[in-house]
């Protein structure tokens, strides 16, 4: 709390479900629940990544994951990660940003530590998934605090991105991501797989074919060469089996329309992590942590590729796997920042200046 320059944060007023009847149609705060605002009228805050600037360009994010059932049964474990990881591995080696729970990282660590190794970009999606906006300044500053610590204990790195639960921000909580180091990503088309029933808790009441619909739309508008504006970030989540589903479903589809990529990647961020000299490592061996300490072990990934739900149907062509064209580097980095306190309190000076 101490390393933050309250003063410039908003002063926005904490809200509630019913704040948006109350709430100034100006939209003071470019608050998004209220019109969707991804361009922020605080001067110092970049606006949100929301789409890939290029034509042509698709930058996939998938939000709440690692994956991973409790209470675990055979049925539902098929889906967890290592699945969909397997997948996109398995399908041009395929990366994406992976928005952890910090909650989530902790109930299956191992699981994080194979999205990194496998080359993900990995952002924040908090601690427990709140609405944000509903929080009080000190609440905010808790759920990224402990998501960071929990990710930096468990992977070693320190997002510079983050993406709100329910695309719930404004200015206020903006302010307080950038000030603790991390920049807004949110997206421009959204599936709806959130609200697709699952058999993780609690679900939802789309139906997947109306999921699945919207998805098909876009794909034969791009057939068609009707999107030729911007490049998309799509809102995908690894939360249960049939998000699972759709994601693996539509994924070579997008792959033959467009160039699929990170969210990150697509606007030319290069350095996702604070831990400048942090190299992804070559395929099979382990991360090293900024300490020289492993980061995590690579887990063995079995291919659960057995879609047998009558969604995924001749969905799954045989991918390609191009492990040869995976990012390599020596997997080893220099001792750099171990305390996110001061890593914090760098960044804080480095935004201030
Ligand atoms: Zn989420």
């Known amino acids: 709390m101490k390393t933050i320059d309250w ?59 690692p994956l991973y059932y409790w209470p675990s049964t055979p049925e539902n474990e098929v889906w967890a990660e290592p699945n969909l990881y397997d997948f996109l591995l398995n399908h041009n080696n395929q990366k994406a940003n992976l928005m952890y729970i910090g909650s989530n990282i902790m109930g299956a660590p191992d699981a994080a530590q194979r999205g990194l190794n496998d ?51 404004d200015d206020r909580v903006r302010a307080i991501a950038w000030q603790m180091g991390m920049r807004t990503v949110m997206w421009d088309l959204d599936t709806n797989d959130w609200n697709i029933p699952g058999d993780q808790s609690p679900g939802g009441t789309l139906p997947y074919s109306e999921a699945n619909a919207t998805v098909a739309g876009w794909m034969e508008n791009r057939e068609k060469g009707n999107d030729t504006t911007t490049g998309h970030v799509t809102l995908e989540h690894e939360l249960s089996n049939s998000t699972i589903a759709l994601a693996e479903f539509w994924l070579p589809t997008i792959q ?18 604070w831990e400048d000299a942090f190299v992804y490592p070559i395929q099979g061996t382990v991360a090293v942590g900024v300490d020289g300490a492993p980061t995590g072990l690579k887990i063995n990934g079995t291919t659960n590729s057995t879609n047998s739900t009558s969604t995924t ?30 890593l914090v309190a760098a960044v804080v000076a480095y935004i201030l200046i």
């Open 119 to 169: 080359g993900h970009v990995i952002c924040s999606h908090t601690w427990s998934h709140p609405s944000m906006t509903q929080l009080t300044n000190a609440e905010v500053v808790a759920e990224f605090y402990y998501s960071l610590r929990m990710t930096k204990e468990v992977l070693g790195i320190t997002p510079r991105c983050w993406r709100p639960p329910y695309g719930d921000v």
């Open 7 to 65: 003063s410039k944060v908003p002063n926005a007023t904490v809200t509630t479900d019913s704040s948006q009847s109350s709430y100034s149609q100006s939209d003071p705060y470019c608050w998004w629940s209220y019109n969707l605002c991804v361009t922020p009228k605080v001067d110092y805050i970049p606006p949100d990544i929301y789409i890939c600037p290029q034509p042509g360009t698709w930058g996939l994010t998938y939000d709440d994951g």
């Open 313 to 342: 149907t001749g969905a799954n062509p045989s991918g390609t796997d191009s492990s040869s064209t995976r990012q390599s580097g020596a997997g080893h980095v220099a001792a750099l920042e171990t305390s996110i306190f001061g």
């Open 256 to 273: 033959k329309l467009y160039q699929t990529m990170p969210a990150t990647s697509c606007n030319n961020i290069a350095q996702p992590y």
